[in-house]
């Protein structure tokens, strides 16, 4: 799982597409949801995104990026409920 995290407009221009675009692939589950960065700021992972270009570039249909899409959301949930998370969340926080 990528670390880098984009904001919206970097997304955009990854994607080469409008705001509006961009919300309306969101609800049409066409592109995965913003995951939250702070109280008033979202953002995508990045391989997220390159993962969805990927899959356009290689031609895959609306229904086939629907399914890629609801993977990578629960890539999300997996990866929260992984080792590697339990393992960083219980070490100390270093001040």
């Given at each position: ?16 597409s409008s705001r509006s675009s ?31 270009n990927a899959a356009r570039i ?19 949930k997996d990866w929260k409920q ?14």
């Amino acid at each position: 799982m990528s670390s880098n995290i984009l904001r919206l407009h970097q997304v955009l221009n990854k994607r080469g597409s409008s705001r509006s675009s961009h919300y309306l692939d969101i609800q049409q589950g066409l592109f995965t949801k913003p995951v939250s960065i702070g109280r008033r700021a979202v953002g995508w992972p990045e391989n997220e995104v390159d993962t969805i270009n990927a899959a356009r570039i290689a031609g895959l249909c609306e229904d086939e990026i629907r399914v890629l899409v609801k993977s990578l959301e629960l890539g999300r949930k997996d990866w929260k409920q992984s080792s590697s998370f339990k393992t960083l969340v219980q070490q100390p926080i270093s001040e």
